[in-house]
């Protein structure tokens, strides 16, 4: 009996722990692009360059002055303890090695679109503190204290809201489309709320945990 009610500790034990224990992956916003989908912030603005699809934003860089792409990802509703890294994953497509533009409005020229991702902890750039260097695009980006300066990165955490704009460094006006994009964050959990229950499973592993070492006690007691 002593041994079953050991096994049987372990067992429960475990279950708790695994079904209350902190997950290093907190939870994943995720914004699809398109007209009856997620519209970015920056095209509530009048000026904007981009062009919003049925599935996709066409991000444009000019030299036209018309605001540049930006988006938010607000987890101020997200219950965590630490932050360590985000992860932002971007689908998209039409980003060419070489563009064809026009010098002077006659005289072509090929240049190399060079596009690049700014994460950040506004969309303002009146602060030193505002927007990240940029790194180039990719469909993976891992951004933490080390990537990225790290009083930005804190302010991405003290804001509760990392933010995403886009810049091309070469001549002329180029563009792509932008599908989705997804930012993970990664760290521990917050405390559960009081008003959480736990599952079932552990709840009636612990029961029955509880029950048999009531037994064990009653047994011995004669």
């Not at 790290?150 to 932008?178: K, V």
């Not at 990664?186 to 048999?212: K, R």
Request: hydrophobic share 40%.
């Amino acid at each position: 009996m002593k041994k079953f009610i050991s096994k049987l500790t372990a067992v429960v034990t475990l279950s708790v722990v695994s079904t209350f224990s902190n997950a290093d992956l907190i939870t994943t916003i995720t914004h699809d692009y398109g007209q009856q989908q997620y519209t970015p912030n920056s095209l509530a603005s009048n000026n904007s360059c981009d062009t919003l699809n049925a599935d996709s934003v066409t991000i444009t860089d000019n030299s036209n002055g018309c605001g540049r792409f930006y988006d938010y990802f607000d987890f101020s509703t997200v219950n965590f303890n630490t932050i360590d890294s985000f992860e932002l994953s971007l689908d998209f497509s039409n980003v060419s090695d070489r563009n064809l533009d026009w010098l002077f409005g006659f005289i072509p020229v090929w240049n190399n679109e060079n596009w690049n991702v700014r994460p950040g902890a506004s969309a303002s750039l009146n602060s030193g503190y505002d927007y990240s260097h940029d790194q180039d695009i990719a469909t993976t980006i891992n951004i933490d204290a080390n990537t990225v300066d790290a009083q930005i990165f804190q302010n991405m955490i003290t804001n509760q809201n990392f933010s995403l704009m886009f810049a091309e460094e070469s001549m002329g006006s180029d563009s792509f489309t932008l599908n989705s994009a997804s930012l993970s964050i990664f760290g521990t959990l917050g405390e559960p709320l009081a008003a959480e229950i736990p599952e079932p499973a552990p709840l009636a592993l612990l029961a029955l945990g509880m029950f048999a070492l009531g037994a064990s006690k009653r047994r011995n007691a004669k």
